[in-house]
Structure formats: structure tokens, C-alpha cells
């Protein structure tokens, strides 16, 4: 049954606002898409308002939450850039999507946050918790590092329920043999959004982005806690990938 909630996206013209509203009635009963790119327009039907603009303006950010029930944070850039760009898109404009929530008493916030903003850490001989410290391989993951810092402190400051996900590899297949710990299948994607949007778990939390892969290293324990339950495998792709992992085997892939 389509959940009863007007749920805002921004980052709707990307990669995974794409996957999310391809599935739409899945999370929500309308939805209002936010993007500097103009998404598709609305199909015959389709409950959507497209609203073209960027998380950096309030003005805009006040039209598509004045009434929301959720927001869903996807916009901003979705790899390493200019520091200016970076910290002005990913950082301000994450602390003007959660500034406009708090105005309008949006009730939920998912924001994608990134493995990245975890990068150097390296697999051991149990799980990576969800909740583990930021430790950023790139300008890119250090700005989602202060977007982490910067919902954390919008949840305890402000009492808002936010849950920050630390996604894996969300592309349609695995393109690597990194892909077969780290991907996020798109159904996966969609499942760990519901899962984050209905959870009763209140305040602020951590939830890997990742499938439920056979080389997954990363814990389980943080999407247990809201129900996510992912259910595609990367392992189905491995033959496209023999070999093994470089060691050591970073979180974000790199070497140093």
C-alpha cells in the first residue's frame, strides 16, 4: 500500500532520485522534485511537481516543504570537485535543506551521505559498524563527513529525526570487483529509503547503503534497526570480476 506522505527529493534528476521515483509509490503518495537539472516532466497521472532550482536556495526550499511530510536529501555533487563547490553545494546546501525541515516542521530527513566520508578505513576481522568515525578519503568525503556532523547536530539540537546513509555503490550492475562488497542495487535503494522514511526509531542514526552481497564486509546491524532488509546480491556478477580484493582493502576503494 503507497504510503500516505507528501515527500520531497531533491537531487531528482540524478542517478538514485531517478531509481526513487521510478518506484515512487513505494515511499509516497506525492512527491516534489528539486533539481538544478529539470527532471522529466510528469507523466499523465504521475503525482509529482517539478520544481527547478538549487538546495542553496531557501526561497525555493521554503515552496517545496512548506507542508511536506519527509524530506529525502539526494542533491549536491556526487564526487570530488572544487573545494568552493563542495562545500557551498554539499555542506551549505545540506544545512539549508535541513534549516527549511526545521522551519516547516518536516517530521523526517534521509540524507545520502557516502562511504567515502569513511574512506580510509580499512576491513578487519568483523564487520564495519555503521557508526563508524569519519574518516574521509577525498575532498568529496570530507564534505559529506560535515554534512554527517551537520544532520547530527540539526537531530540533537533541534529534536528532528534524520537518518544519514552511508551508500555503497548504487548503479544499476556492479562495474568493478570493489562493486561485489560495496553495491547498492537500485531495488535495494528504494527498499533502504522506505525502510529509513517508516521507521519509528526517533533522533539520529547511520545506515550502510549496501546489498546484501556474499563479500559485503560492512555491518547489517544499523539497517536491522529500521527494517531494511535488502534482498539482491552482487555475488551473481562475480564472474565479470575474478581475482581478489588489493590489500589492504579500503572502504572507499583507494590505495595510499
Same mark, same amino acid.
Given at each position: 500500500?503507497?504510503? #500516505?506522505?507528501?515527500?520531497?527529493?531533491?537531487? +531528482?534528476?540524478?542517478?538514485?532520485?531517478?531509481?526513487?521515483?521510478?518506484?515512487?509509490?513505494?515511499?509516497?503518495?506525492?512527491?516534489?522534485?528539486? $533539481?538544478?537539472?529539470?527532471? @522529466?516532466?510528469?507523466?499523465?497521472?504521475?503525482?509529482?511537481?517539478?520544481?527547478?532550482?538549487? %538546495?542553496?536556495?531557501?526561497?525555493?526550499?521554503?515552496?517545496?516543504?512548506?507542508?511536506?511530510? +519527509?524530506?529525502?536529501?539526494?542533491?549536491?555533487?556526487?564526487?570530488? +570537485?572544487?573545494?568552493?563547490?563542495? #562545500?557551498?553545494?554539499?555542506?551549505?546546501?545540506?544545512?539549508?535543506?535541513?534549516?527549511?525541515?526545521?522551519?516547516?516542521?518536516?517530521?523526517? /530527513?534521509?540524507?545520502?551521505?557516502?562511504? =567515502?566520508? %569513511?574512506?580510509? =578505513?580499512?576491513?578487519?576481522?568483523?564487520?564495519?559498524?555503521?557508526?563508524?568515525?569519519?574518516?574521509?578519503?577525498?575532498?568529496?568525503?570530507? &564534505?559529506?563527513?560535515?554534512?554527517? *556532523?551537520?544532520?547530527?547536530?540539526? &537531530?540533537?539540537?533541534?529534536?528532528?529525526?534524520?537518518?544519514?546513509?552511508?551508500?555503497? #555503490?548504487?548503479?544499476?550492475? @556492479?562495474?568493478? =570487483?570493489?562493486?561485489?562488497?560495496?553495491?547498492?542495487?537500485?531495488?535495494?535503494?528504494?527498499?533502504?529509503?522506505?525502510?529509513?522514511? *517508516? #521507521?519509528?526509531?526517533?533522533?539520529?542514526?547511520?545506515?550502510?547503503? /549496501?546489498?546484501?552481497?556474499?563479500?559485503?564486509?560492512?555491518?547489517? %546491524?544499523?539497517?536491522?534497526?529500521?527494517?531494511?532488509?535488502?534482498? $539482491?546480491?552482487?555475488?551473481?556478477? +562475480?564472474?565479470?570480476?575474478?581475482?581478489?580484493?588489493?590489500?589492504?582493502?579500503?572502504?572507499?576503494?583507494?590505495?595510499?
Amino acid at each position: 500500500m503507497t504510503p #500516505s506522505r507528501t515527500l520531497v527529493i531533491t537531487g +531528482a534528476a540524478g542517478r538514485l532520485g531517478t531509481y526513487l521515483r521510478s518506484s515512487l509509490d513505494d515511499v509516497a503518495s506525492k512527491a516534489r522534485l528539486v $533539481d538544478v537539472v529539470a527532471p @522529466p516532466a510528469a507523466l499523465p497521472g504521475e503525482p509529482v511537481e517539478i520544481h527547478l532550482g538549487s %538546495v542553496t536556495d531557501p526561497d525555493l526550499l521554503d515552496v517545496v516543504c512548506r507542508g511536506a511530510n +519527509a524530506i529525502v536529501h539526494l542533491g549536491g555533487f556526487a564526487g570530488d +570537485a572544487p573545494w568552493p563547490d563542495l #562545500s557551498e553545494v554539499n555542506v551549505e546546501g545540506t544545512r539549508q535543506v535541513l534549516e527549511a525541515a526545521r522551519r516547516h516542521g518536516v517530521s523526517r /530527513v534521509v540524507v545520502a551521505s557516502s562511504n =567515502h566520508a %569513511v574512506g580510509f =578505513h580499512v576491513r578487519g576481522p568483523r564487520p564495519l559498524p555503521d557508526d563508524v568515525a569519519p574518516l574521509p578519503d577525498s575532498l568529496y568525503g570530507v &564534505s559529506k563527513a560535515a554534512v554527517e *556532523a551537520m544532520c547530527r547536530f540539526y &537531530s540533537v539540537k533541534f529534536s528532528m529525526d534524520i537518518v544519514c546513509l552511508r551508500i555503497g #555503490s548504487c548503479f544499476d550492475t @556492479p562495474e568493478n =570487483h570493489r562493486m561485489l562488497s560495496t553495491w547498492l542495487s537500485p531495488a535495494d535503494f528504494v527498499r533502504l529509503a522506505s525502510a529509513s522514511l *517508516a #521507521s519509528e526509531h526517533g533522533g539520529f542514526r547511520f545506515v550502510w547503503g /549496501v546489498s546484501a552481497n556474499t563479500r559485503r564486509w560492512w555491518s547489517t %546491524v544499523g539497517g536491522d534497526a529500521i527494517g531494511f532488509h535488502p534482498e $539482491d546480491d552482487a555475488e551473481r556478477f +562475480a564472474e565479470l570480476y575474478p581475482g581478489s580484493p588489493p590489500e589492504p582493502e579500503y572502504v572507499g576503494g583507494v590505495t595510499i
